[in-house]
């Protein structure tokens, strides 16, 4: 067997039985001291057993009453201990958050001078000329973002007591009231909202080559102004006899910005590190993952399970501007003093528009690369130090831009909340999914399915369509939020929640005993998708600069906003800081990590560094194809004024004008060109060209769509020296039949159905150049893996792509059907016909959550000897899932289109049993369980019964730490509804 042909039959072995790396994870979430390690064994065996391969552990405190471990406690360390333990006897990876609650890095032991901190100012005016006392006022805090609520009376005391002074400014003042600088608060980082959930937070911060300027009088000459700082004395006094005139004199200090963990446990509550220190960060990290360590042992590399990584979740505690070694830092990177531009920090005008401008980017500049190298390279480095990996979500309330924080990643995320459950922050993925493309990492997970309200309402059919639009992203491995760990007992179901929050993927739901299908369908698709490179065409080069959120024209994307789909020519973001890292190879952009771009398309920004540029330049010079306008200046104050000199220089030498020519014009340099102006001008989405007008000039040069089809299908295109794999996926609730064209001749197309593990040729086919169509029909909401390779056999005359299948057999007549009395259930009951749970007029049915089993007896209409076809059950209609059994052999669950399972094999005869187990949701019961007394949770207390162990009396089936069904709730559609019918199938 040739290398090619062992690499593919490896390949098809891992597809039908995926290895651990390719199963899905989980957030696993414990509440404030709710734990036992009867629970964590528990949780940890129902993971194992439905195919879950990894975790992330997090304690957070969210709608339930706290717990006897208390946080951090020698027993909790011990109960965490007992978890890492389990997971490597079971071999699933176990991510750590690196604080408590979901995000950030802080804690108890985080001394209020180690916090994240802003630069606060106060003010006084004076009369110069004589001898006077001059007050100070203490500067006051700015209030944090998340109020005050959050705060412990200690901590709140902490905030509102620590001050430390920085500087004392004077500078005369300035002879007409003039106008602050726009949205200072925001561009001087004191404060960022989350760009997912809070309407109008920018995307970026724009720069630009023109400023509107104040009147010389408006604003503060920055050549008069004076450093008082030592005169200031310790009671506020300022020893200075200021000369004659009116004088602003302005006092800096540094305060905590009022960021504390978040939703933390209660002994897990306290402010921030400082993100700019490395060491407030390696002291906080030494008092948690070092401490959790020390305990549990270090991790050994060798071990499938236990401890792999260390995780930073969505940036979720706002922004600072300052540190005490921040002017030390800002002089080292930026080449000047900051000190007679503090001004500025308060929203005066120092000098110019333009300077001052420039002097916030800057700052935010300074900011990021403090965060970057200080905060996620340090515990990127710490990580390394104890053989682990870290995985960053860089979206959110980032002060930095996205793409350059994730950058530092070992493994970049992302997350994606479930259609009509929650926030749209899709954008995160495209985000994640670049840097992960850019970068060669085989794995980019997503924060998956996070809902608020969703209360039971998802399973893995109705969540099919969009974990497929996931999975054509990029995303190679779902982490399901959340499996809340379930410390009741086992008989209280569904058990604990999260609050609100999650889709419940946990051991606690009805259909858990059968999701272990689903997953296998997950980790069939991610063990593909993990394999090879991403194949894209077009390169979106992001401002430099911060705060930015990349997002590419929205032209460039198929679907609606909550699940946008690229179209035939894929593309991928790129921070300022990878672009450094590409070379040019054959007129395409390519990166270290094996990624290759045909286009590089800039930002609609006339502002850039002459570093940035100068290596544009060279990649021009080298045969890059590059899209965009010539920047006219630099952004900040480095270098200023020589700096715009040299990016006007070199703007010319590439583009060969700076004057707007007015049409289309291709300026070529080197062995590659710039193609600018003309309506690549129009850049309805601000920063870059309508796709259409890249894609055309993809095609100008013989570039052919990576893939199209009627605009039904979504895809995405994966790349190995051996193989061609697209994926695709029906995005309709129909059934569609196309003719699907792929970019590839690298072998005869095969179908590589992930929901079977079923392989098989599709011998029609044509090839056109570099084109292959495919015609294919996929069923509602379908999916499959379309893969070109030479060892398959090419046009076999006898089969055909499309099945043609024919009914042969309907079930009809009555059925008997067994529930589980300890639900509500009859124990065994005739049903005359197939019909949803809710229409039937017993109570114990109507509002019935679980599993009930329907028998029947069926003749096959001829002997199964003589078929050469394939014989199917299809079940026609099933809410929600379903389990078969021909004969009393096990044929799989059915949880998806088309809802059907090969029966082939299940020793057919003339007399066949069949048993079809029918799982539902759990608003049912919850809905008529609201018709009984509520003895659950009050004013987060447990009910009596529940501490003293006694028997309930209300009558209700269900216990669940959150209520949000009432007994006029309308019902959800369950059960097996059918036509059930046998058909025989072939190709």
Avoid at 318 to 340: C, I, M, S, V
Avoid at 429 to 438: L, M, R, V
């Amino acid at each position: 067997m040739s290398i090619a042909n062992a690499q593919i039959s490896k390949l098809k072995e891992q597809f039908i039985h995926p290895p651990n790396s390719a199963k899905p994870g989980v957030y696993w979430y414990f509440m404030d001291g709710n734990m036992s390690e009867r629970s964590i064994t528990a949780d940890l065996e129902a993971m194992k057993k439905a195919g879950i391969g990894n975790f992330i552990f997090l304690e957070v405190n969210v709608g339930i009453p706290r717990g006897p471990v208390d946080f951090l406690s020698e027993e909790w360390q011990r109960m965490f201990a007992h978890a890492v333990k389990e997971a490597k006897r079971l071999g699933i990876e176990m991510t750590l958050g690196i604080g408590p609650g979901w995000t950030g890095s802080g804690g108890p032991w985080v001394p209020v001078k180690q916090s994240m901190q802003h630069l606060v100012s106060s003010s006084v005016n004076i009369m110069g000329g004589k001898k006077q006392l001059i007050i100070l006022p203490i500067p006051l805090p700015k209030k944090p973002y998340f109020g005050e609520g959050a705060f412990t009376p200690e901590l709140k005391k902490q905030w509102n007591d620590f001050y430390e002074d920085v500087a004392v400014l004077a500078y005369p003042t300035p002879s007409a009231t003039g106008q602050k600088i726009a949205d200072v608060d925001e561009k001087a980082l004191f404060y960022r909202a989350p760009y997912s959930s809070v309407r109008g937070v920018k995307q970026y911060l724009p720069t630009t080559a023109e400023y509107v300027e104040p009147p010389k009088n408006t604003v503060v000459d920055r050549s008069k102004i004076i450093d008082l700082t030592g005169k200031l004395q310790p009671d506020g006094t300022l020893n200075w006899v200021a000369p004659k005139g009116n004088w602003t004199i302005m006092r800096f200090g540094r305060r905590n910005n009022g960021a504390i963990t978040r939703p933390a446990p209660v002994p897990g509550l306290g402010f921030e590190a400082d993100k700019f220190d490395t060491g407030a960060l390696n002291a906080h990290l030494d008092n948690y993952v070092g401490k959790l360590m020390r305990k549990a042992g270090i991790p050994d590399s060798k071990d499938e399970g236990g401890l792999k990584r260390l995780h930073i979740d969505s940036w979720e505690m706002g922004a600072q501007n300052w540190t005490p070694h921040f002017r030390e830092e800002f002089k080292k990177r930026r080449g000047y003093d900051p000190l007679p531009y503090y001004p500025v920090y308060a929203g005066n005008i120092v000098e110019s528009n333009e300077v001052s401008e420039r002097f916030l980017w800057d700052l935010r500049q300074t900011a990021q690369e403090l965060v970057l190298e200080y905060h996620a390279q340090q515990v990127k480095t710490y990580a390394h130090r104890y053989g682990l990996q870290l995985s960053i979500e860089p979206y959110d309330m980032n002060p930095t831009a996205d793409l350059e924080l994730g950058n530092i990643a070992d493994m970049p995320m992302c997350e994606f909340w479930s259609k009509g459950w929650g926030f749209n922050s899709s954008f995160s993925c495209i985000e994640s999914t670049s840097i992960g493309h850019i970068n060669g990492k085989s794995l980019i997970p997503a924060e998956a399915f996070t809902a608020q309200d969703d209360v039971w309402k998802q399973y893995p059919g109705s969540m099919k369509n969009q974990g497929d639009w996931a999975f054509a992203t990029g995303i190679n491995r779902f982490v399901y939020h959340t499996f809340q760990n379930q410390f009741l007992a086992d008989s209280l179901r569904p058990g604990a929640t999260m609050g609100p929050y999650g889709v419940h993927w946990d051991r606690n739901q009805t259909w858990w005993p059968m999701v272990g299908s689903y997953h296998e369908y997950i980790s069939r698709c991610q063990y593909i998708l993990q394999q090879g490179r991403t194949v894209a065409d077009l390169l979106y080069l992001t401002p430099e600069g911060s705060p930015h959120v990349f997002r590419p024209p929205s032209s460039a994307m198929d679907g609606d906003v909550f699940m946008p789909d690229r179209k035939g020519y894929n593309f991928d973001g790129c921070a300022p800081s990878q672009l450094y890292k590409a070379s040019v190879q054959n007129g395409m952009l390519v990166f270290p990590g094996g990624a290759s771009y045909r286009l590089l398309v800039l930002p609609a920004i006339k502002t850039m560094t002459p570093a940035l540029l100068r290596k544009i330049t060279s990649l021009v010079y080298d045969g890059a194809v590059v899209v965009g306008e010539p920047p006219l200046k630099s952004p900040g104050l480095s270098g200023y004024p020589l700096c715009d000199e040299q990016v006007s220089t070199l703007a010319k030498t590439l583009w060969g004008t700076l004057q707007e020519p007015g049409q289309q014009t291709i300026h070529e340099y080197g062995k590659g060109k710039v193609i600018f102006w003309g309506d690549l001008d129009k850049k309805i989405d601000d920063l870059y060209p309508e796709y259409e007008l890249t894609a055309q000039l993809l095609k100008s040069i013989g570039v052919e769509p990576d893939f199209t089809s009627n605009g039904t299908l979504r895809y995405t295109h994966r790349t190995t020296n051996d193989a061609d794999i697209y994926f695709v996926a029906n995005r309709t609730g129909v059934s569609v039949e196309t003719t699907a064209t792929f970019r590839s001749i690298k072998g005869n197309p095969q179908l590589w159905d992930a929901v079977t593990g079923e392989i098989r040729q599709l011998p029609e086919y044509g090839i056109n150049g570099q084109l292959t169509t495919v015609p294919l029909k996929l069923e509602a909401y379908e999916s499959c893996f379309i893969v070109f390779t030479k060892d398959g056999v090419s046009n076999p005359s006898d089969h055909k792509n499309l099945a043609v299948s024919t009914i042969i057999k309907t079930l009809d007549g009555p059925w008997q059907v067994s529930f589980d009395p300890k639900w509500g259930g009859p124990k065994s009951i005739r049903f005359d016909q197939l019909v949803d749970w809710t229409l039937r007029a017993e109570d114990g049915i109507r509002h019935y959550s679980g599993t009930a089993t329907y028998y029947k007896d069926f003749d096959m209409p001829v002997k199964p000897g003589k078929m050469n076809k394939s014989i199917y059950l299809h079940l026609g209609e099933v809410n929600q899932m379903a389990r078969v059994k021909v004969n009393g052999k096990d044929m799989g669950v059915v949880w998806t289109a088309p809802w059907r399972v090969d029966i082939s094999n299940a020793a057919l005869k003339k007399h066949n049993k069949l048993e079809i187990e029918v799982v539902n949701l759990w608003a049912n019961r919850l809905i008529g369980d609201a018709n009984f007394p509520d003895d659950g949770v009050v004013n987060e207390h447990w009910p009596d019964w529940l501490i003293q162990g006694k028997p309930r009396t209300s009558h209700r089936y269900t216990f669940s730490t959150y209520n949000y069904y009432k007994k006029d709730s309308p019902l959800i559609k369950s059960g097996l509804v059918g036509p059930v019918t046998i058909q025989e199938s072939n190709y």
